[in-house]
Protein backbone atom coordinates (compact mmCIF):
# COMPACT_ATOMS: atom_id res chain seq x y z
CA UNK A 1 0.00 0.00 0.00
CA UNK A 2 1.09 3.40 -1.07
CA UNK A 3 1.73 5.32 1.86
CA UNK A 4 -0.24 9.12 2.37
CA UNK A 5 2.38 11.28 1.65
CA UNK A 6 3.99 13.45 -1.05
CA UNK A 7 6.75 12.07 -3.28
CA UNK A 8 6.78 15.28 -5.33
CA UNK A 9 10.06 14.05 -7.56
CA UNK A 10 8.03 12.58 -10.38
CA UNK A 11 9.60 14.63 -12.72
CA UNK A 12 12.69 15.10 -11.61
CA UNK A 13 15.50 14.55 -14.12
CA UNK A 14 17.58 12.28 -11.49
CA UNK A 15 16.37 8.67 -10.31
CA UNK A 16 14.49 8.67 -7.25
CA UNK A 17 12.65 6.04 -5.57
CA UNK A 18 10.21 5.77 -2.53
CA UNK A 19 11.07 2.68 -0.27
CA UNK A 20 10.23 1.51 3.23
CA UNK A 21 12.30 0.20 5.47
CA UNK A 22 11.49 -3.14 4.58
CA UNK A 23 13.19 -2.28 0.99
CA UNK A 24 9.96 -2.43 -1.18
CA UNK A 25 10.17 0.69 -3.85
CA UNK A 26 6.65 2.03 -3.48
CA UNK A 27 7.33 4.86 -6.23
CA UNK A 28 9.60 6.08 -8.16
CA UNK A 29 10.13 8.43 -11.09
CA UNK A 30 10.21 8.66 -15.27
CA UNK A 31 13.86 8.72 -14.68
CA UNK A 32 14.28 5.80 -12.32
CA UNK A 33 12.22 3.70 -14.48
CA UNK A 34 14.64 4.75 -17.35
CA UNK A 35 17.84 3.32 -15.56
CA UNK A 36 16.52 0.18 -13.72
CA UNK A 37 13.81 -0.91 -16.70
CA UNK A 38 12.43 -3.88 -15.91
CA UNK A 39 13.45 -4.65 -12.46
CA UNK A 40 10.66 -1.78 -11.08
CA UNK A 41 8.09 -3.99 -12.56
CA UNK A 42 7.51 -6.36 -10.03
CA UNK A 43 4.69 -5.20 -7.48
CA UNK A 44 6.26 -3.84 -5.34
CA UNK A 45 9.71 -4.35 -6.43
CA UNK A 46 12.35 -4.26 -4.38
CA UNK A 47 15.18 -2.36 -3.77
CA UNK A 48 17.57 -5.17 -3.12
CA UNK A 49 17.22 -6.32 -7.18
CA UNK A 50 18.71 -2.61 -7.70
CA UNK A 51 21.62 -2.65 -5.08
CA UNK A 52 24.79 -3.81 -5.59
CA UNK A 53 27.03 -6.03 -3.86
CA UNK A 54 29.84 -3.26 -4.04
CA UNK A 55 27.76 -2.03 -1.30
CA UNK A 56 29.02 -3.63 1.68
CA UNK A 57 26.14 -4.71 3.50
CA UNK A 58 22.27 -5.27 2.08
CA UNK A 59 20.57 -2.61 1.31
CA UNK A 60 17.55 -2.99 4.55
CA UNK A 61 20.78 -3.21 7.23
CA UNK A 62 21.95 0.10 5.37
CA UNK A 63 18.30 1.70 5.69
CA UNK A 64 17.90 0.84 9.44
CA UNK A 65 21.12 3.27 10.20
CA UNK A 66 19.31 6.14 8.79
CA UNK A 67 16.26 5.37 10.89
CA UNK A 68 17.10 7.78 13.88
CA UNK A 69 19.15 10.35 12.41
CA UNK A 70 19.64 12.27 9.18
CA UNK A 71 21.86 11.14 6.13
CA UNK A 72 24.65 13.02 4.39
CA UNK A 73 25.44 12.34 0.28
CA UNK A 74 26.79 8.50 0.29
CA UNK A 75 28.61 7.22 -2.46
CA UNK A 76 26.63 4.09 -3.32
CA UNK A 77 26.41 1.87 -6.60
CA UNK A 78 22.93 0.39 -8.38
CA UNK A 79 22.67 -2.11 -10.48
CA UNK A 80 20.67 -0.55 -14.26
CA UNK A 81 18.88 -2.03 -16.38
CA UNK A 82 22.22 -3.34 -18.65
CA UNK A 83 23.25 -4.98 -15.39
CA UNK A 84 26.10 -2.72 -14.99
CA UNK A 85 27.03 -1.06 -11.75
CA UNK A 86 26.69 2.94 -12.09
CA UNK A 87 28.31 5.20 -8.91
CA UNK A 88 25.52 7.69 -7.89
CA UNK A 89 25.97 10.50 -4.90
CA UNK A 90 22.69 9.36 -2.99
CA UNK A 91 20.69 11.58 -0.92
CA UNK A 92 18.74 9.97 1.59
CA UNK A 93 15.73 11.54 3.51
CA UNK A 94 13.58 10.11 6.17
CA UNK A 95 9.38 10.33 6.06
CA UNK A 96 7.71 9.03 9.18
CA UNK A 97 3.99 9.48 10.65
CA UNK A 98 1.92 7.62 12.80
CA UNK A 99 1.57 4.80 9.41
CA UNK A 100 5.44 4.20 9.43
CA UNK A 101 8.58 4.72 8.05
CA UNK A 102 10.08 5.89 4.54
CA UNK A 103 12.75 6.83 2.73
CA UNK A 104 13.43 9.04 -0.18
CA UNK A 105 16.56 8.17 -2.25
CA UNK A 106 17.37 10.46 -4.83
CA UNK A 107 20.16 9.36 -7.13
CA UNK A 108 22.31 12.31 -8.18
CA UNK A 109 24.85 11.91 -10.61
CA UNK A 110 28.72 12.06 -9.86
CA UNK A 111 30.40 14.85 -11.61
CA UNK A 112 32.90 13.15 -14.76
CA UNK A 113 36.20 13.06 -14.21
CA UNK A 114 38.87 13.67 -16.78
CA UNK A 115 41.91 10.96 -17.04
CA UNK A 116 43.88 11.36 -13.82
CA UNK A 117 47.39 12.78 -14.40
CA UNK A 118 50.20 10.05 -13.66
CA UNK A 119 50.67 11.52 -10.09
CA UNK A 120 47.36 10.39 -8.37
CA UNK A 121 45.61 7.79 -8.38
CA UNK A 122 41.87 7.33 -10.09
CA UNK A 123 40.04 7.11 -7.07
CA UNK A 124 42.06 10.10 -5.09
CA UNK A 125 41.43 12.00 -8.45
CA UNK A 126 37.36 11.20 -8.65
CA UNK A 127 36.95 12.31 -4.37
CA UNK A 128 38.85 15.14 -4.87
CA UNK A 129 36.25 16.64 -8.09
CA UNK A 130 33.66 14.95 -6.12
CA UNK A 131 34.19 16.64 -2.82
CA UNK A 132 34.90 20.07 -4.66
CA UNK A 133 32.03 19.88 -7.18
CA UNK A 134 29.62 19.32 -4.06
CA UNK A 135 31.24 22.35 -1.99
CA UNK A 136 30.85 24.43 -5.08
CA UNK A 137 26.81 23.39 -4.87
CA UNK A 138 26.44 23.82 -1.55
CA UNK A 139 28.30 27.55 -2.34
CA UNK A 140 25.60 27.86 -4.48
CA UNK A 141 22.40 26.74 -2.49
CA UNK A 142 23.96 28.88 0.44
CA UNK A 143 24.06 32.15 -1.60
CA UNK A 144 20.40 31.57 -2.88
CA UNK A 145 19.47 31.34 0.51
CA UNK A 146 21.27 34.63 1.50
CA UNK A 147 20.04 36.26 -0.97
CA UNK A 148 16.43 35.15 -0.84
CA UNK A 149 16.46 35.63 3.07
CA UNK A 150 17.61 39.22 2.62
CA UNK A 151 14.84 40.03 -0.24
CA UNK A 152 12.60 38.20 1.64
CA UNK A 153 12.96 39.94 5.18
CA UNK A 154 12.90 43.75 3.44
CA UNK A 155 9.18 43.15 1.67
CA UNK A 156 8.21 41.77 5.01
CA UNK A 157 9.55 44.56 7.14
CA UNK A 158 7.26 47.08 5.17
CA UNK A 159 4.47 44.85 5.52
CA UNK A 160 4.53 44.30 9.11
CA UNK A 161 5.39 47.57 9.73
CA UNK A 162 2.35 49.39 7.31
CA UNK A 163 -0.14 46.83 8.95
CA UNK A 164 1.10 47.18 12.68
CA UNK A 165 0.42 50.91 11.82
CA UNK A 166 -3.12 50.69 10.83
CA UNK A 167 -3.81 48.01 13.42
CA UNK A 168 -2.63 51.03 15.87
CA UNK A 169 -5.52 53.61 14.41
CA UNK A 170 -8.37 51.07 13.77
CA UNK A 171 -10.74 50.87 16.32
CA UNK A 172 -11.80 47.80 17.64
CA UNK A 173 -15.10 47.12 15.41
CA UNK A 174 -13.59 48.49 12.49
CA UNK A 175 -14.37 46.06 9.58
CA UNK A 176 -11.30 46.14 8.19
CA UNK A 177 -9.24 44.44 11.23
CA UNK A 178 -10.04 41.31 11.71
CA UNK A 179 -8.36 40.93 7.93
CA UNK A 180 -5.75 43.18 9.21
CA UNK A 181 -4.97 41.11 11.68
CA UNK A 182 -5.14 37.75 9.50
CA UNK A 183 -2.21 39.78 7.53
CA UNK A 184 -0.09 40.47 10.47
CA UNK A 185 -0.25 36.88 11.47
CA UNK A 186 0.83 35.79 7.89
CA UNK A 187 3.83 38.18 7.28
CA UNK A 188 4.56 36.73 11.02
CA UNK A 189 4.69 33.25 10.09
CA UNK A 190 6.08 34.43 6.26
CA UNK A 191 9.05 36.29 8.84
CA UNK A 192 9.48 33.09 10.88
CA UNK A 193 10.46 31.30 7.55
CA UNK A 194 12.82 33.74 6.46
CA UNK A 195 14.53 34.18 9.64
CA UNK A 196 14.84 29.90 9.50
CA UNK A 197 16.50 30.49 6.05
CA UNK A 198 18.78 32.98 6.78
CA UNK A 199 20.06 31.01 10.22
CA UNK A 200 20.59 27.57 7.35
CA UNK A 201 22.23 30.29 5.00
CA UNK A 202 25.22 30.98 7.67
CA UNK A 203 28.30 28.76 7.38
CA UNK A 204 28.64 29.70 11.15
CA UNK A 205 25.49 29.40 12.89
CA UNK A 206 25.26 32.40 15.61
CA UNK A 207 23.59 32.19 18.97
CA UNK A 208 21.46 35.11 19.16
CA UNK A 209 20.77 36.69 22.34
CA UNK A 210 16.84 38.08 21.52
CA UNK A 211 15.38 41.00 22.85
CA UNK A 212 13.49 41.70 26.19
CA UNK A 213 9.85 42.08 25.41
CA UNK A 214 6.21 42.37 27.25
CA UNK A 215 4.60 38.52 26.36
CA UNK A 216 1.16 40.30 26.91
CA UNK A 217 1.42 41.90 23.94
CA UNK A 218 2.17 38.75 21.93
CA UNK A 219 -0.95 37.36 23.94
CA UNK A 220 -2.98 39.85 23.18
CA UNK A 221 -2.60 39.76 19.44
CA UNK A 222 -2.91 36.04 19.19
CA UNK A 223 -6.32 36.00 21.31
CA UNK A 224 -8.10 38.84 19.55
CA UNK A 225 -7.51 36.72 16.30
CA UNK A 226 -8.97 33.49 18.21
CA UNK A 227 -11.84 35.36 20.00
CA UNK A 228 -13.05 37.54 16.14
CA UNK A 229 -12.47 33.79 14.26
CA UNK A 230 -14.46 31.72 16.66
CA UNK A 231 -17.46 34.23 17.25
CA UNK A 232 -19.86 33.74 20.22
CA UNK A 233 -19.66 30.21 20.64
CA UNK A 234 -16.78 30.48 22.72
CA UNK A 235 -16.31 32.42 25.99
CA UNK A 236 -13.29 34.36 26.60
CA UNK A 237 -11.66 35.38 29.87
CA UNK A 238 -8.04 37.09 29.81
CA UNK A 239 -6.48 37.88 33.15
CA UNK A 240 -3.27 39.99 32.86
CA UNK A 241 -0.62 40.99 35.12
CA UNK A 242 -0.18 44.67 34.71
CA UNK A 243 3.53 44.54 35.75
CA UNK A 244 5.03 41.84 33.72
CA UNK A 245 8.28 40.37 34.14
CA UNK A 246 9.87 41.25 30.80
CA UNK A 247 11.31 37.82 29.34
CA UNK A 248 13.65 37.60 26.10
CA UNK A 249 12.33 35.73 23.45
CA UNK A 250 11.96 35.83 19.44
CA UNK A 251 8.58 37.36 19.61
CA UNK A 252 7.87 35.50 16.36
CA UNK A 253 8.52 31.61 17.54
CA UNK A 254 6.61 32.03 20.70
CA UNK A 255 3.61 33.87 18.82
CA UNK A 256 3.63 30.43 16.57
CA UNK A 257 4.08 29.07 19.56
CA UNK A 258 1.35 30.35 21.50
CA UNK A 259 -1.20 30.30 18.53
CA UNK A 260 -0.53 26.47 18.69
CA UNK A 261 -1.81 26.19 22.35
CA UNK A 262 -4.60 28.41 22.02
CA UNK A 263 -5.76 25.95 18.47
CA UNK A 264 -5.85 23.27 20.89
CA UNK A 265 -7.68 24.88 23.20
CA UNK A 266 -10.94 25.77 20.68
CA UNK A 267 -9.99 22.24 18.94
CA UNK A 268 -10.93 20.74 22.58
CA UNK A 269 -14.48 21.88 21.57
CA UNK A 270 -16.57 20.30 18.59
CA UNK A 271 -17.44 22.43 15.73
CA UNK A 272 -20.66 24.03 17.55
CA UNK A 273 -20.12 22.98 20.95
CA UNK A 274 -19.67 26.14 23.67
CA UNK A 275 -17.37 26.09 26.23
CA UNK A 276 -14.66 28.67 27.58
CA UNK A 277 -11.42 29.73 27.49
CA UNK A 278 -9.24 31.30 30.46
CA UNK A 279 -5.94 32.89 29.39
CA UNK A 280 -3.69 34.23 32.49
CA UNK A 281 -0.27 35.75 32.17
CA UNK A 282 1.59 36.40 35.73
CA UNK A 283 5.08 36.70 37.42
CA UNK A 284 6.18 33.25 38.80
CA UNK A 285 9.28 33.74 41.70
CA UNK A 286 11.13 30.54 42.64
CA UNK A 287 13.44 30.03 45.35
CA UNK A 288 13.80 26.39 44.70
CA UNK A 289 14.25 23.61 41.70
CA UNK A 290 10.15 23.21 41.39
CA UNK A 291 8.31 20.51 39.68
CA UNK A 292 4.91 21.24 37.74
CA UNK A 293 3.57 17.83 36.28
CA UNK A 294 5.97 17.10 33.39
CA UNK A 295 8.24 20.50 34.00
CA UNK A 296 11.21 20.90 36.14
CA UNK A 297 11.78 24.58 36.31
CA UNK A 298 15.26 25.58 38.30
CA UNK A 299 14.86 28.48 40.93
CA UNK A 300 14.49 31.91 39.28
CA UNK A 301 12.22 34.50 38.02
CA UNK A 302 9.39 33.71 34.92
CA UNK A 303 6.33 35.03 33.14
CA UNK A 304 3.52 32.15 32.73
CA UNK A 305 1.04 32.23 30.45
CA UNK A 306 -1.46 29.98 31.22
CA UNK A 307 -4.34 28.82 28.67
CA UNK A 308 -6.98 26.74 30.06
CA UNK A 309 -10.36 25.59 28.69
CA UNK A 310 -13.31 23.32 29.54
CA UNK A 311 -13.80 21.31 26.92
CA UNK A 312 -13.01 17.17 26.04
CA UNK A 313 -9.31 16.85 27.92
CA UNK A 314 -6.91 14.22 27.36
CA UNK A 315 -7.44 10.45 28.58
CA UNK A 316 -4.46 9.73 31.58
CA UNK A 317 -2.97 7.00 29.64
CA UNK A 318 -2.07 9.81 26.80
CA UNK A 319 -0.37 12.44 28.28
CA UNK A 320 3.40 11.37 28.35
CA UNK A 321 3.01 10.99 24.79
CA UNK A 322 1.12 14.61 24.10
CA UNK A 323 5.06 16.30 22.96
CA UNK A 324 5.97 13.51 20.75
CA UNK A 325 5.84 14.46 17.28
CA UNK A 326 3.43 12.81 14.69
CA UNK A 327 1.71 11.50 18.47
CA UNK A 328 -2.05 12.76 18.01
CA UNK A 329 -5.66 11.87 19.44
CA UNK A 330 -6.69 14.20 16.55
CA UNK A 331 -8.64 12.68 13.23
CA UNK A 332 -6.64 13.66 9.73
CA UNK A 333 -5.60 16.31 8.64
CA UNK A 334 -3.77 16.59 12.16
CA UNK A 335 -0.59 14.86 12.12
CA UNK A 336 0.77 15.11 16.25
CA UNK A 337 3.08 18.45 15.44
CA UNK A 338 1.61 20.96 16.89
CA UNK A 339 2.31 20.64 21.22
CA UNK A 340 5.99 19.12 19.60
CA UNK A 341 6.63 22.48 17.59
CA UNK A 342 5.54 24.35 20.54
CA UNK A 343 7.87 22.28 22.95
CA UNK A 344 10.52 22.54 20.79
CA UNK A 345 10.13 26.67 20.76
CA UNK A 346 9.42 27.16 24.23
CA UNK A 347 12.78 24.82 25.51
CA UNK A 348 15.16 26.45 22.96
CA UNK A 349 14.02 29.39 25.05
CA UNK A 350 15.29 28.15 28.21
CA UNK A 351 11.48 27.92 29.71
CA UNK A 352 8.85 24.65 29.60
CA UNK A 353 5.15 23.78 29.07
CA UNK A 354 3.61 22.04 31.59
CA UNK A 355 -0.21 19.90 30.57
CA UNK A 356 -2.48 18.90 32.69
CA UNK A 357 -5.98 17.57 32.36
CA UNK A 358 -8.79 15.77 32.59
CA UNK A 359 -11.56 14.08 30.61
CA UNK A 360 -14.30 15.53 30.06
CA UNK A 361 -13.66 18.49 32.60
CA UNK A 362 -10.83 20.46 30.39
CA UNK A 363 -6.95 21.07 29.66
CA UNK A 364 -4.77 23.68 30.89
CA UNK A 365 -1.02 24.32 29.67
CA UNK A 366 1.56 26.41 31.04
CA UNK A 367 3.99 28.35 28.95
CA UNK A 368 6.64 28.75 31.57
CA UNK A 369 9.74 31.70 29.75
CA UNK A 370 12.98 32.32 32.32
CA UNK A 371 12.33 36.37 32.96
CA UNK A 372 14.28 39.43 34.37
CA UNK A 373 12.63 41.63 37.17
CA UNK A 374 12.50 44.52 35.22
CA UNK A 375 9.32 45.86 33.27
CA UNK A 376 7.68 47.61 30.23
CA UNK A 377 6.49 51.30 30.99
CA UNK A 378 3.14 51.25 30.02
CA UNK A 379 3.47 54.60 28.62
CA UNK A 380 5.63 53.51 25.57
CA UNK A 381 2.89 50.63 24.02
CA UNK A 382 0.41 53.65 23.82
CA UNK A 383 0.62 55.88 20.88
CA UNK A 384 1.03 58.72 23.15
CA UNK A 385 3.96 57.35 24.62
CA UNK A 386 5.74 56.37 21.21
CA UNK A 387 5.41 60.27 19.63
CA UNK A 388 8.41 62.44 19.71
CA UNK A 389 9.82 65.23 18.26
CA UNK A 390 13.98 65.17 16.64
CA UNK A 391 15.00 64.73 13.18
CA UNK A 392 16.21 61.36 11.87
CA UNK A 393 18.11 60.18 8.66
CA UNK A 394 17.20 56.46 7.55
CA UNK A 395 19.43 54.66 5.34
CA UNK A 396 18.42 51.82 3.41
CA UNK A 397 18.81 50.32 -0.16
CA UNK A 398 15.15 49.66 -0.71
CA UNK A 399 12.97 52.38 -1.21
CA UNK A 400 10.00 50.50 -0.03
CA UNK A 401 11.57 50.61 3.41
CA UNK A 402 12.55 54.22 2.98
CA UNK A 403 8.51 55.00 2.22
CA UNK A 404 8.01 52.73 5.26
CA UNK A 405 10.12 54.33 7.58
CA UNK A 406 9.25 58.16 6.50
CA UNK A 407 5.36 57.29 6.55
CA UNK A 408 5.51 55.81 10.11
CA UNK A 409 8.16 58.35 11.83
CA UNK A 410 6.63 61.26 10.03
CA UNK A 411 3.14 60.18 11.71
CA UNK A 412 4.50 59.83 14.80
CA UNK A 413 5.81 63.35 14.92
CA UNK A 414 9.42 63.22 13.60
CA UNK A 415 10.57 64.87 10.99
CA UNK A 416 12.80 62.31 8.34
CA UNK A 417 15.19 62.03 5.85
CA UNK A 418 16.34 59.50 4.23
CA UNK A 419 19.25 58.56 1.94
CA UNK A 420 19.63 55.28 -0.30
CA UNK A 421 23.29 54.64 0.50
CA UNK A 422 26.05 55.37 3.19
CA UNK A 423 27.54 57.91 0.54
CA UNK A 424 24.52 60.32 0.57
CA UNK A 425 24.39 59.72 3.96
CA UNK A 426 27.21 61.14 4.36
CA UNK A 427 27.12 63.59 2.04
CA UNK A 428 23.64 65.25 4.44
CA UNK A 429 25.13 64.61 7.71
CA UNK A 430 27.94 66.60 6.92
CA UNK A 431 26.00 69.41 5.99
CA UNK A 432 26.21 72.52 7.97
CA UNK A 433 22.47 73.29 8.23
CA UNK A 434 21.65 69.58 9.52
CA UNK A 435 20.96 68.92 12.48
CA UNK A 436 20.30 64.88 13.05
CA UNK A 437 19.28 63.19 16.58
CA UNK A 438 19.66 59.25 15.25
CA UNK A 439 20.82 57.20 12.41
CA UNK A 440 18.76 54.27 11.20
CA UNK A 441 20.67 52.54 8.74
CA UNK A 442 21.23 48.90 7.50
CA UNK A 443 23.64 46.79 7.48
CA UNK A 444 23.79 45.07 4.03
CA UNK A 445 24.21 48.05 1.21
CA UNK A 446 26.28 47.87 -2.03
CA UNK A 447 28.96 50.05 -1.65
CA UNK A 448 29.18 51.57 1.83
CA UNK A 449 28.04 49.06 4.12
CA UNK A 450 26.15 49.96 7.72
CA UNK A 451 29.05 49.28 9.85
CA UNK A 452 31.72 51.51 7.87
CA UNK A 453 28.74 54.33 7.49
CA UNK A 454 29.05 54.25 11.75
CA UNK A 455 32.53 54.29 11.83
CA UNK A 456 32.58 57.08 9.20
CA UNK A 457 30.40 58.75 11.12
CA UNK A 458 32.35 58.16 14.28
CA UNK A 459 35.30 59.73 12.35
CA UNK A 460 33.33 62.74 11.70
CA UNK A 461 32.93 63.43 15.25
CA UNK A 462 29.43 63.27 15.52
CA UNK A 463 27.61 61.74 18.61
CA UNK A 464 24.58 61.48 17.14
CA UNK A 465 22.72 57.83 18.64
CA UNK A 466 23.01 55.01 15.80
CA UNK A 467 20.45 52.18 15.37
CA UNK A 468 21.50 49.88 12.98
CA UNK A 469 19.16 46.85 11.17
CA UNK A 470 19.10 43.67 9.00
CA UNK A 471 17.21 40.57 8.48
CA UNK A 472 20.71 38.82 8.22
CA UNK A 473 23.90 40.13 9.58
CA UNK A 474 24.01 40.91 13.28
CA UNK A 475 25.92 44.05 14.56
CA UNK A 476 28.91 44.47 16.64
CA UNK A 477 27.95 46.42 19.14
CA UNK A 478 31.52 47.17 21.28
CA UNK A 479 32.99 48.43 17.88
CA UNK A 480 30.35 50.70 16.65
CA UNK A 481 28.16 51.43 19.93
CA UNK A 482 24.86 50.74 17.94
CA UNK A 483 21.73 49.77 18.89
CA UNK A 484 20.31 47.08 16.51
CA UNK A 485 16.70 46.35 14.99
CA UNK A 486 15.95 43.02 13.83
CA UNK A 487 14.12 42.65 10.27
CA UNK A 488 11.29 42.04 9.84
CA UNK A 489 9.94 44.82 12.74
CA UNK A 490 6.52 45.80 13.35
CA UNK A 491 5.84 49.83 13.46
CA UNK A 492 5.75 49.62 17.30
CA UNK A 493 9.37 47.93 17.64
CA UNK A 494 10.72 50.71 15.32
CA UNK A 495 8.98 53.35 17.53
CA UNK A 496 9.89 51.89 20.43
CA UNK A 497 13.42 51.53 19.36
CA UNK A 498 13.77 54.83 18.42
CA UNK A 499 12.24 56.54 21.75
CA UNK A 500 14.21 54.44 24.07
CA UNK A 501 17.58 55.78 21.76
CA UNK A 502 16.38 58.80 21.45
CA UNK A 503 15.76 58.81 25.43
CA UNK A 504 19.20 57.34 26.20
CA UNK A 505 20.77 59.96 24.32
CA UNK A 506 19.51 62.80 26.19
CA UNK A 507 20.55 61.13 29.37
CA UNK A 508 23.86 60.78 28.50
CA UNK A 509 24.01 64.63 27.87
Known amino acids: MKPEVVFGLENAAWPALLVNAGGAVLMFNDAAKTLFGAALDQQPAELAALWSP????????????????????????????????????????????????????????????????????????????????LKQKLECVL????????????????????????LGKAEPEHPWRRSLLEVEKSAARAAEIAS???????????????????????????????????????????????????????EAKVQQALTKVFENAVEAFGPKAVGQIAVETRNVELTQATQDRNVRLAAGAYVCVEISDNGAGIEEADLPRIFEPFFTTKRPPHRGLGLALVYGIITNHGGGVAISSQPGKGTSARVYLPAEKTFVHESLATDKGLHGTGTIL??????????????????????????????????????????????????????????????????????????TMSGYVLPEDKQTGAGYLQKPFTSTNLLRKVKAALVAATVVD
Open 143 to 166: QLARTVSLDFNNALTGVLAHTSLL
Open 196 to 250: ELALFSRQEKESRRAPTGNLNTVVGRCLEVFRNTNGPRLTWRLTQERTLFEARYD
Open 394 to 467: VVDDESLLLTMADTILSEFGYQVLTANSGQKALQILTQPETRVQLVITDLVMPGMGGRELVERIRQQGLEMPVI
Open 54 to 133: ANGRAAVDFLAQWETTSAPLVELKFRAAAGIDKKFSTAIALLANDGGKWFVLQLLSLPAAPAASPLESPTEFRSATGDAA
